[in-house]
């Protein structure tokens, strides 16, 4: 019996267990995926104590992603964004990674978006723009990151390679839409509420737009994304993906991606 989990604190409300049970039901897999929630100066102990229990593979989340990088060893990608979530113990050594960078391309590339040369602009420079803007980058992408603290943007962007910082004026945000092929809310704006970060004049039919909000699945910016014509894509692709590739990193097999996006989906 593998045992597999979720590291948060809290992680009450996380969709992971169900989505990851149906790839084992489907893959008649004999595995489990269990959530704990240690308390926030006990993490060290608590993987220590995964490693030598067997467990087989962790996912970390707030506030935790950070924290877990001084207790395994890190790949390059997870490094670079500074968090970790999700932890390999199947090799000799603990190792770190973060899928959300891969999840968001993934959700984008399931919708025929082209990466490769495009350019992007990534609402947001917190935990989640870090690993999107650094993921977006890495897939030859020209990256633009606009945050309401510009000084944020412009500190991220001097570590992303071919990345510009910028505020999030409307004025900038048209400027910057304008010209661009790919738009990324990373900020919680959207959240059960019914507000977007981007005005919906600043939208365009060459778009391609995806929200990292996935509740509610249709967002306020989905919503005037759809209205402008543009190629939408909700979070609940990115959270599927990142979980997708934590599967298929554990596993080394194929994750069944219908099945888990199908539990995922029944949730939301
Ligand atoms: P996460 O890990 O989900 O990215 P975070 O690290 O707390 O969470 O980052 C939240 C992001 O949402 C930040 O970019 C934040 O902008 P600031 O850096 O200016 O705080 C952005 N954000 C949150 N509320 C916002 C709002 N009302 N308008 C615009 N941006 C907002």
């Known amino acids: 019996m593998d045992v597999f989990g979720l590291v948060g604190n809290p992680v009450g409300h996380s969709l992971s267990p169900p989505m990851h049970e149906a ?6 897999l004999e595995a489990r995926y269990v959530t704990f ?14 490693a030598a229990l067997g467990v087989t593979g962790l996912n970390v989340t707030i506030p935790f992603k950070q924290d877990v990088l001084d207790c395994v060893e890190a790949d390059e990608l997870a490094s670079r964004i500074g968090a970790v979530n999700t932890i390999d113990f199947t090799g000799e050594r603990v ?20 990466i490769e040369g ?14 999107i803007a650094f993921g977006l980058a890495d897939a030859g992408a020209s990256v633009a990151i606009a945050n309401r603290t510009a000084s944020k943007a412009h500190d991220l962007a001097a ?39 981007v005005p919906a004049e600043t939208l365009h039919g060459d778009l ?11 967002t306020r910016l989905l919503r005037d994304a759809a209205d402008a014509g543009a190629t939408t894509v909700d979070g609940a692709w990115m ?27 029944s949730r939301l």
Do not use: C, K
Not at 23 to 28: F, G, N, R, T
Not at 239 to 264: C, H, I, K, S
């Open 95 to 114: 190792t770190g990674h973060n899928t959300d960078a891969v999840g968001a391309l993934r959700a984008l590339r399931d919708h025929d978006v082209t």
């Open 159 to 197: 570590e992303v390679p071919d990345a510009t910082g910028h505020d999030l004026a409307e004025e900038t945000l048209a400027e910057l839409l304008s010209e661009a092929d790919v738009l990324v809310n990373a900020t919680s704006v959207g959240m059960d509420d019914d507000e977007t970060p």
């Open 239 to 265: 959270l599927l993906y990142q979980g997708v590739e934590a599967f298929e990193l554990w596993t080394g097999r194929d994750a069944p991606v219908d099945a888990m996006n199908q539990a995922l989906r």
């Open 208 to 218: 391609a737009v995806l929200d990292a909000v996935y509740s509610p699945l249709e």
């Open 118 to 131: 495009a350019r992007a602009v990534v609402v947001g420079a917190g935990g989640a723009g870090r690993a």
């Open 37 to 50: 929630e240690p308390e926030p100066d006990a993490i060290a102990d608590a993987i220590d104590g995964a």
């Open 23 to 28: 790839a084992y039901d489907e893959l008649d």
